[in-house]
């Protein structure tokens, strides 16, 4: 039967002929939601990206979906964003329950809005299903919370392609405001210039976190006057999240305890 995915207290179950986009998480299996677990473990093919849980791992899980790989790779060009959702729609209208498979969470920076327009428009049903978001999880991932009673009650979440918002600037400069910065690897020099030029004091903390909740994580601190050196230095790459404010300061939540599990390699670097 064609129509709608039914919706209960445990999420919807999938129908032939329909859409869920599916948010990943940052990376491990276990940081996505029992529901989508459910979703992926229904569907007849999973459309996948290189961020999130990725190919590999859901090949792990041995279900027994066809896995469509549109992610970018090292040598290798993206899928046009246009020829995916040509594919989803292609794919529901050929009968099979397609999950579309987004790091993180689908409407953070993620094109989730505009493959749910796309298959609306062509006439098939979509359901969405939310995923912990690399904004949140990543900081938290090196101990960064990102508000903080009495140091940050504004979080400011933007992607650092193309010159900063005035939004931005005013948030940068704001010593309450906690700012994450998503696809900022590249345009950090550039925003950084534009924060200390609009006021932003040199010595507002900064941290970079790149592949959080991987085994590849790795964490850069400095002041702000300094982030872009310390970039440069230890050649940081993306994917990346970039947190500016107070409650990147080294220390804040104190020293971890000798008997806490210590969940990934963390290195400083204060200039
Ligand atoms: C196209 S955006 C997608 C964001 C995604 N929808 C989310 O909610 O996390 C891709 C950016 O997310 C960030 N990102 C995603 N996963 C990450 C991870 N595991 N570690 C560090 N940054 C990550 C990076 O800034 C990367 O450039």
């Given at each position: ?24 998480g940052p990376g ?23 961020l999130g ?50 790091g993180g969470d689908?409407?953070v ?23 912990v978001s690399s904004a949140i999880a990543v900081p ?40 994450i910065?998503l ?26 976190v790149?592949?959080g909740h ?25 994917p990346?999240v ?30």
């Open positions: 039967m064609r129509g709608s995915a039914t919706a209960g207290r445990s999420g919807p179950t999938l129908v032939p002929g329909t859409v869920t986009l599916v948010g990943g491990p299996l276990d940081l996505m939601t029992v529901r989508a677990h459910r979703a992926l473990a229904q569907a007849d093919v999973i459309v996948t990206d290189r849980p990725g190919p590999e791992a859901i090949a792990e899980l041995g279900w027994c979906a066809e896995v469509i790989d549109v992610g970018k790779h090292p040598g290798h060009h993206p899928i046009p964003q246009e020829q995916i959702t040509a594919l989803l729609i292609e794919h529901a209208r050929a009968g099979h329950a397609v999950v579309r498979l987004k689908p409407f920076f993620g094109r989730g809005g505009e493959e749910v327009a796309a298959c609306r428009a062509a006439g098939i049903e979509v359901a969405v299903i939310p995923g938290q991932a090196a101990g960064i919370p990102v508000t903080h009673r009495g140091t940050a009650a504004t979080v400011h979440i933007v992607h650092g392609q193309g010159p900063p918002s005035a939004a931005t600037l005013a948030a940068l400069a704001d010593g309450s405001v906690t700012t910065v696809m900022g690897v590249a345009g950090l020099e550039r925003l950084v210039a534009a924060a200390l030029a609009h006021g932003t004091p040199a010595s507002r903390p900064a941290a970079i790149e592949s991987t085994d590849r994580q790795r964490t850069t601190r400095a002041p702000l006057g300094g982030i872009v050196a310390a970039a440069r230095e230890r050649e940081v790459r993306s990346a970039i947190m500016i404010g107070e409650v990147a300061r080294a220390g804040l939540l104190l020293p971890a305890l000798p008997s806490e599990p210590v969940g990934a390699v963390q290195v400083d670097v204060l200039s």
